[in-house]
């Protein structure tokens, strides 16, 4: 069974909007922690945002946030006013701290921002 | 501020040909990974070490060795390469097991033909 879900292949949003992109997870851990990586056409991976598993709050970053809920063990990615340099593909990752945290990865969303 | 640095960058290889990638990270880390991504996927765990000295295998890693020698370095090698090694390879690294950041080299694009 998959760790990580992304549903999403594709989507869509226009310029200044909000987008949500989805991100499922599966895990016995307690302890674990989810992450989203932004990967744009040159390739290079780059960290956007951190949710621990024990942090009650939502992680915000400037525009992102991340809608985690827990007993649904979903970390939905929420990008708020979208710019055209947020095209990419984005990456849902989760670590397992009793798994040497090692590091599960979705397959990806491609997010398209059009003007 | 080099953080993590990968090489070669690109590489092309004939078909049983061998090679090493070199990942270098300069911020004392534990714990370093090495990743394959290919086309339209995400990232794949090939090995990855807890420290100097230590290696172990995650979800993919056939066809692959790995040396930690040093802290700051983690070697991944191809011992003979195989067209269905075609990939990018992507080096990571994190202080803690528990840390709130992996940090990502560049990417190594290697093509097998």
């Known amino acids: 069974a998959q760790k990580i879900t992304q549903t999403q292949p594709g989507m869509f949003v226009q310029e200044k909007e909000a987008v949500t992109l989805d991100c499922t997870y599966d895990?016995?851990?307690?302890?674990?922690?989810l992450f989203w990586y932004k990967q744009p056409s040159s390739g290079e991976m780059i960290f956007l945002i951190y949710?621990?598993?024990?942090?009650?709050q939502n992680a915000t970053e400037g525009r992102y946030s991340l809608n985690f809920q827990k007993a649904r063990k979903s970390a939905n990615l929420v990008i708020s006013a979208s710019q055209l340099g947020d095209s990419a593909m984005y990456f849902c990752?989760?670590?397992?701290?009793?798994?040497?945290?090692?590091?599960?990865f979705g397959d990806g969303t491609t997010l398209t921002v059009k003007p | 501020n080099a953080g993590v640095t990968q090489t070669p960058k690109f590489r092309v290889l004939k078909t049983g040909q061998s090679m090493t990638l070199l990942c270098a990270q300069d911020?004392?880390?534990?714990?370093m990974y090495w990743y394959r991504q290919d086309p339209g996927m995400g990232l794949r765990l090939i090995h990855y070490?807890?420290?100097?000295?230590?290696?172990a295998k995650g979800e993919v890693p056939d066809g692959y060795n790995v040396s930690r020698l040093k802290k700051q370095n983690f070697l991944l090698g191809l011992e003979s390469a195989a067209p269905s090694q075609t990939s990018v390879y992507f080096c990571?690294?994190?202080?803690?097991?528990?840390?709130?950041?992996?940090?990502f080299g560049e990417g190594s694009w290697l093509t097998v033909v």
């Open positions: 990752a989760m670590r397992e701290d009793t798994n040497a945290g090692k590091s599960t």
């Open positions: 949710q621990g598993s024990y942090d009650e």
């Open positions: 990571a690294s994190s202080y803690t097991i528990d840390g709130n950041t992996i940090y």
């Open positions: 070490s807890v420290g100097e000295g230590t290696t």
């Open positions: 911020m004392n880390h534990e714990y």
């Open positions: 895990t016995s851990d307690q302890s674990y922690g």
